[in-house]
Nanobody, 114 residues
Framework: QVQLVESGGGLVQAGGSLRLSCVASGIIFRFSVMGWYRQAPGKQRELVAT???????NYADSVKGRFAISRDNAKNTMYLQMNSLKPEDTAVYYCNSKLAVDYWGRGTQVTVSS
C-alpha cells in the first residue's frame, strides 16, 4: 500500500521559515521523481518544486531563491525548506511521487500571516 505522509505545516508570520517533510512507503522511492505542489483556496493546484532520482531540481518562479527541495533516499523522505515566506504562499502543500504512476499525499496546511 502506497502512503505519502506530509508534515511540518503550520502558521508562521511573513518572513518566517518552515520545513515540510514527506515520508513515503510502498513505492520505489529512490527511482521516483518527487515533488511538492500547493493549492490555495479557489485556485488550481500548482507545482512548487520537483527533484529527480539523481537530485536535479526544478522550481516555480514564484519560489526560486526562497525554497529548497531535497531528498534522503535512505530515509524515503523528501523535504521542502521554505524561507522568507509570504502571505501568498498560504496553501495546502501536497507531496507527489511519479514512477509510471502518480501518487499524492493528503497535504499539510501552510498559513502565512502578514
Amino acid at each position: 500500500q502506497v502512503q505519502l505522509v506530509e508534515s511540518g505545516g503550520g502558521l508562521v508570520q511573513a518572513g518566517g521559515s518552515l520545513r515540510l517533510s514527506c515520508v513515503a512507503s510502498g513505492i520505489i522511492f529512490r527511482f521516483s521523481v518527487m515533488g511538492w505542489y500547493r493549492q490555495a483556496p479557489g485556485k488550481q493546484r500548482e507545482l512548487v518544486a520537483t527533484i529527480t532520482s539523481g537530485g536535479s531540481t526544478n522550481y516555480a518562479d514564484s519560489v526560486k531563491g526562497r525554497f529548497a527541495i531535497s531528498r534522503d533516499n535512505a530515509k524515503n523522505t523528501m523535504y521542502l525548506q521554505m524561507n522568507s515566506l509570504k502571505p501568498e504562499d498560504t496553501a495546502v502543500y501536497y507531496c507527489n511521487s511519479k514512477l509510471a504512476v502518480d501518487y499524492w499525499g493528503r497535504g499539510t496546511q501552510v498559513t502565512v500571516s502578514s
